[in-house]
């Protein structure tokens, strides 16, 4: 499975932007590029996915690099509710679309 | 329908014995997904199911661990024999197979731990 490097951890002030980083320079042409996060004591929820153009939805935006050897995952406005450890996952079509997770970026929020 | 349904949500087990979780998924998904966690770890990928079928099975899947899915509906997994390595946060995921475009839900797992 291709592999995805995250910084450890990042902070940031409520209300501000988060930008999240995720490199994954060995992607492949077909891989999706998937957001998960976990809040603590809970299961993973998705947040979003893309595979080429960047693509919001009401919780987030995915930016994708033209070369699509890395990707940005962007939290327009941080609540306190979105301390969690976020995950950036490639998913091949095939292999049964199952999630690799890696170590993840944990987020804190400060008030 | 409410999600991801796992029970026990908690289990605290003795060494030796065996233990059984079930994971409810959302009704339509054909895709069923067993994973486990420890401590400050990101999810590991133990088995998954298309319908009844099981497809894949992860070298972490001992064989003192076995999962079912009789009817393509809810699932099981089995430990025998519990070993302390075995505490940890057992995760269930639904979802439909695709292209890889799609996305997966979540239970809330259940948590053992083997004294």
């Known amino acids: 499975d291709a592999k995805t490097t995250q910084p450890n951890s990042m902070e940031s002030n409520e209300e501000e932007p988060v930008h999240l980083p995720c490199n994954h320079s060995?992607?492949?042409?077909?891989?999706?590029i998937h957001w998960y996060r976990q809040l603590p004591s809970q299961g993973p929820e998705y947040v979003i996915h893309g595979l080429t153009s960047n693509v919001n939805n009401r919780m987030a935006s995915l930016a994708i690099a033209e070369d699509r050897k890395s990707s940005t995952l962007i939290l327009h406005r941080a609540t306190l509710r979105d301390a969690a450890v976020y995950y950036c996952?490639?998913?091949?079509?095939?292999?049964?679309?199952?999630?690799?997770f890696g170590g993840g970026t944990r987020v804190l929020v400060k008030p | 329908d409410t999600g991801v349904s796992q029970n026990p949500r908690h289990k605290i087990t003795k060494r030796g014995q065996n233990v059984t979780f079930r994971c409810d998924p959302i009704?339509?998904?054909?895709?069923l997904y067993w994973y486990r966690q420890t401590l400050g770890q990101g999810p590991e990928f133990l088995t998954y199911f298309q319908n009844e079928a099981q497809l894949e099975k992860s070298r972490l899947l001992s064989d003192r661990f076995s999962a079912e899915r009789p009817k393509g509906s809810f699932s099981t997994l089995e430990i025998q024999r519990t070993e302390q390595g075995d505490s940890a946060m057992y995760l269930c995921?639904?979802?439909?197979?695709?292209?890889?475009?799609?996305?997966?839900?979540f239970g809330q797992g259940t948590r053992l731990t083997v004294v």
């Open positions: 995921a639904s979802g439909l197979a695709s292209a890889g475009g799609t996305e997966a839900f």
């Open positions: 060995t992607i492949s042409g077909t891989d999706y």
């Open positions: 996952i490639l998913r091949p079509p095939a292999a049964g679309n199952k999630l690799t």
């Open positions: 009704s339509e998904h054909n895709r």
